[in-house]
């Protein structure tokens, strides 16, 4: 397991084999939160996207980092000031991330075919937005990536981007492809959670309640998918087949 240390002062990458006990890792002692790794098997590295830091510190921003283990960490150079998401296709033999500096069109995506050295570029100049996740869908070899507006894009290289109109307009926080099902699900602010079949056509599907919805995950084993929200007392919501949802509450707040 390999986690990113949002806040603190150095070392802010933490493994553990086990998942109970944790240690700290060595970033070369520099103030940096990382968000984002992704792991290439057949090239054996990982890839650590920054999301600056939470103490000003310029030199902390645009950093990546590699490791070959997990344990030892090399920082390496970046045009990007923050990271949202990054991603290994394995199809494509490439390496992907996306950019919440979507003001700067240049620095909204990036690619890399080794992890070491990257290639900068845009998903599209005409707007200003922030691309916080990328998805890889196998089944359909189609890349979607989400943004902060009532558009979503898609790629079948990486590279080059199409825009996807979805039926709503809102701060989409998260998406997956649910392989089990053979769906899109985007999850965002305000209640609105959309789905596609093929990344071209996208409709709303009905939730119980309006919430802030931050994160989703399935479980191929339980058969289940869970969207996390931001509330208190915190609202979860679970479906078998992703269209029908059922609201539940935890105990803890605060996911």
């Not at 500096?101 to 200003?128: E, H, M, V």
């Not at 479906?239 to 707040?253: C, K, V």
Request: charged share 10%; net charge negative; glycine share 8%.
């Amino acid at each position: 397991f390999i986690a990113g240390i949002n806040g603190g002062t150095n070392n802010r990458i933490m493994t553990s084999s086990d998942g109970t006990t944790w240690t700290t890792r060595d970033t070369t002692g520099v103030n940096i939160d990382f968000k984002c790794f992704a792991y290439s098997p057949s090239l054996n590295i990982i890839v650590a996207g920054s999301n600056g830091d939470g103490l000003s510190n310029l030199y902390a921003y645009n950093k990546l980092a590699t490791s070959t283990n997990g344990t030892s960490w090399t920082l390496r150079d970046s045009i990007y000031d923050l990271l949202w998401d990054v991603i290994y296709v394995n199809e494509l033999s490439l390496f992907i991330a996306v950019s919440s500096r979507g003001t700067s069109y240049n620095k909204q995506l990036a690619y890399s075919s080794d992890g070491y050295i990257w290639n900068y570029g845009f998903i599209d100049n005409t707007i200003s937005a922030t691309f916080k996740k990328v998805c890889w869908s196998p089944t359909l070899s189609l890349l979607i990536t989400i943004s902060t507006s009532n558009k979503f894009y898609k790629s079948t290289d990486g590279i080059n981007w199409t825009s996807v109109i979805v039926p709503s307009s809102a701060t989409w926080n998260y998406i997956i492809w649910i392989n089990d099902l053979n769906m899109f699900i985007a999850v965002g602010n305000g209640g609105q959670v959309v789905k596609s079949i093929d990344g071209n056509t996208w409709s709303l599907i009905s939730m119980p309640s309006s919430r802030n919805n931050y994160y989703i995950e399935w479980s191929s084993s339980l058969n289940l998918a869970i969207i996390a929200t931001q509330s208190s007392p915190t609202i979860y919501f679970t479906s078998n087949d992703g269209n029908t949802w059922t609201e539940r509450t935890m105990i803890a707040d605060g996911i």
